[in-house]
């Protein structure tokens, strides 16, 4: 069981500004930006490689309701980022899938920090 299924089952306490029957949207505990949000789905994949096709409506649900908790937090009309690390080289540090929503600052490009360029 990751942290995040221990967030949707309540056994860990998060600042959620969003959720519905099948995802779930918390503010990051250590944001790099004033806006900093995970939207996950309530469906335990351990990351965007282990979609099937019958989750398409789910990732797609994923996308909107970032864009839903964008115009939540007044960035919508100024610009923000969606990620998704998929897998150890991708960044990835918790085994369930979930979307980064950044935002509330300009950000730059490309955004890598220091250690993943040389690492």
């Not at 949707?8 to 959720?19: G, M, S, T, W």
């Not at 503010?27 to 994949?45: M, S, T």
């Not at 009309?77 to 991708?90: A, F, K, M």
Request: aromatic fraction near 6%; charge should be negative; charged fraction near 20%.
């Amino acid at each position: 069981m990751t942290i995040f299924s221990k967030i949707i089952n309540r056994e860990i306490p998060a600042k959620i500004v969003f959720e519905n029957d099948e995802l779930l949207a918390f503010r990051d505990i250590n944001p790099i930006a004033p806006v900093h949000i995970l939207v996950i789905p309530k469906k335990p994949l351990p990351n965007l490689s282990a979609a099937e096709e019958g989750d398409c409506l789910l990732l797609g649900r994923l996308l909107q309701a970032a864009t839903i908790v964008a115009e939540q937090e007044g960035i919508a009309e100024t610009g923000y980022r969606t990620v998704i690390n998929n897998g150890d080289d991708g960044g990835q540090t918790v085994d369930h899938l979930h979307l980064h929503l950044i935002g509330g600052k300009p950000l730059g490009w490309p955004p890598f920090t220091e250690r993943m360029k040389h690492g």
